[in-house]
């Protein structure tokens, strides 16, 4: 039989181990809504409305996503969520599992200095859905590259040299 503290013990070491676990997605420092729209929304010169449109949908397909709805002539698109972590815990007598997803909001529009796509991210936990602003920075932020990367790729456009900034201008398409 165990004692009273080792079985408080346990519990604690269970408990930290659901929030390791689950840190890629939802601990560490939150992401601001400053950085959620910093590092979603790009602009790209040199291309069309609907050439950036049509490698929004292919990115997100091509990373897994199920594309809920799109809407091409509005340019908007609306990703099903996607489970990215499953988390277990549990001991000898029970078990429990949670699924973390995501899921994206694609806008693309024309703006001032070019094609401007905006992704705002939707995080669920349990099937729950949680504030984007309850995202780690460094997962999202990941999330957002991982997006506009494949998303550029499609364009054709040429990465710059440095990604320390996620937002701002992109070169032409070709």
Request: proline share 5%; with cysteine.
């Amino acid at each position: 039989m165990s004692s009273p503290l080792l079985r408080a013990l346990r519990a604690a070491l269970a408990a930290l181990a659901i929030v390791c676990a689950t840190a890629p997605m939802v601990a560490c420092r939150p992401v601001t809504a400053a950085e959620l729209q910093d590092w979603g929304t790009r602009t790209y010169a040199g291309t069309t409305k609907a050439a950036a449109f049509k490698a929004s949908f292919s990115a997100v397909r091509a990373l897994g996503y199920d594309v809920a709805t799109a809407d091409a002539g509005a340019g908007q698109l609306r990703t099903a969520p996607k489970i990215v972590v499953v988390t277990a815990s549990g001991n000898q007598y029970s078990a429990q599992a949670v699924a973390q997803s995501l899921a994206w909001d694609i806008d693309v529009t024309q703006g001032s200095q070019g094609i401007v796509v905006h992704a705002t991210p939707r995080g669920y936990s349990a099937g729950q859905a949680i504030p984007a602003t309850r995202l780690s920075a460094s997962y999202a932020k990941q999330a957002f590259e991982t997006l506009f990367g494949e998303i550029e790729r499609d364009m054709g456009v040429v990465p710059p040299a440095s990604t320390a900034g996620a937002g701002g201008a992109r070169g032409a398409a070709r």
